[in-house]
């Protein structure tokens, strides 16, 4: 049974930065694309980054482009989501997710196994 665990989650203030991490367990970690998704209150979830199995490409949603960095090392395991300049609009629960398809996805219906997710609060 693959299973993942987010960390690093927290309230900070507008402008800092927070870097979250996703350990997978259960599976074979160096196979897996890598996704990040976030759901703010009341608003459906939507995609904000992907890895794919290898490390060598890397998707990111529109709103996050320039601010955050989605990283992996298949020795080390797990995979980071390095978040710079946050906003208040980037409060969410930001959940993990891991696909084995051949090409990494944005869409959430693609990702067979997902953490529990860990609350990202920033103030303004």
């Known amino acids: 049974q693959v299973q993942l665990a987010e960390a690093g989650g927290g309230l900070v203030q507008a402008g800092d930065s927070l870097r979250l991490s996703c350990a997978v367990s259960?599976?074979?970690?160096?196979?897996?694309?890598i996704g990040w998704f976030r759901q703010a209150l009341g608003k459906e979830r939507e995609f904000v980054a992907v890895i794919n199995w290898s490390g060598g490409i890397t998707n990111y949603a529109g709103s996050v482009r320039g601010r955050f960095t989605i990283s992996r090392d298949n020795v080390q395991n797990p995979v980071y989501l390095q978040m710079s300049s946050l906003k208040p609009e980037d409060t969410a629960v930001y959940y993990c997710a891991a696909d084995l398809s051949f090409s990494p996805s944005y869409r959430a219906e693609a990702y067979k196994y997902w953490g529990q997710g860990t609350q990202v609060t920033v103030s303004s």
């Open positions: 259960g599976g074979t970690f160096s196979r897996y694309n």
